[in-house]
């Protein structure tokens, strides 16, 4: 989602100088040169401020994976919203989403006094991205990064996202064997990259530093942190044409996913 230029430009800067091995890959569309440029990067990562113990802790043993570059390569919505949002907005998920509504009435209350999100677009969210928690992923968020940031495509992106990534771990917020989730690097009940996680995780009370993966009122506190600091508008609606369905774009930008976000709410807030 958010991403951040330092490590881009770290890294940049020790390919100039030479200061790494001449001959590493800055990038490939297979695993031969890998390990040359992720003994690299760990150095770059240590001239971007990551403590050494946190680069061997969380890159060690990482290798590239295929099967994450044949779901980057293949991703894209395809369907129509109505195909879309049939397979996604279920009678029985509307059933979870409203109990889930009813479990967490405490904190919802409490997330949307201090935010301004309704409690049926959070549900949402969390059930569209995880299933309400049951499908966090199992890809091991460093492995994932890592073969995207050296993947040609969107190295520069990736190569922040994994910095952030370090991140986290350095500040003492997840270990690495607990950074598991989607195969792009999302991790947590609603799916953050780590560079959104450093900015908007918040615990359910509005202090800093969530689990965003461990405790799914850390995580929807943390989604309306993200919603709002988007420009969500306090008391307006967010179906397509309405206040706050730009915002739902800036959670994702494909308009038959936000749309379904946005039936989703409206199916949850039915009485």
């Not at 040169?33 to 150095?43: I, S």
Request: charged letters at 20%.
């Amino acid at each position: 989602m958010r991403r951040r230029n330092l490590g881009i430009l770290l890294f940049a800067a020790a390919l100039i100088v030479g200061g790494e091995s001449a001959d590493a890959a800055q990038c490939g569309d297979s695993g031969q040169g890998f390990d040359e440029w992720l003994a690299d990067f760990k150095q770059v990562a240590i001239r971007d401020g990551v403590s050494p113990q946190v680069v061997d802790a969380a890159l060690v043993g990482v290798t590239y994976d295929p099967s994450v570059l044949a779901h980057d390569h293949g991703q894209g919505f395809q369907q129509d919203f109505g195909g879309f949002a049939a397979r996604h907005v279920t009678p029985g998920r509307i059933k979870t989403g409203k109990t889930m509504l009813l479990a967490y009435a405490e904190p919802f209350e409490k997330i949307e006094q201090r935010y301004g999100v309704p409690a049926p677009v959070l549900a949402a969210i969390w059930g569209l991205e995880t299933d309400f928690g049951h499908g966090l992923g199992a890809y091991p968020t460093f492995k994932a990064l890592a073969t995207l940031a050296y993947d040609c495509r969107r190295a520069d992106t990736y190569r922040a996202e994994l910095i952030d990534a370090l991140m986290i771990v350095q500040r003492g917020l997840l270990r690495p064997g607990q950074m598991r989730g989607a195969w792009a690097g999302e991790i947590g009940q609603t799916q953050f990259m780590p560079s959104a996680y450093l900015k908007y995780a918040v615990n359910v009370n509005g202090g800093a530093g969530g689990d965003l993966i461990g405790s799914p009122a850390d995580a929807l506190a943390s989604t309306a942190n993200f919603l709002r600091d988007h420009g969500w508008q306090r008391g307006a609606r967010w179906d397509e044409g309405q206040p706050n369905f730009p915002v739902l774009l800036q959670w994702n930008s494909a308009p038959v996913y936000a749309k379904t976000i946005a039936l989703f709410a409206d199916k949850l807030a039915e009485e």
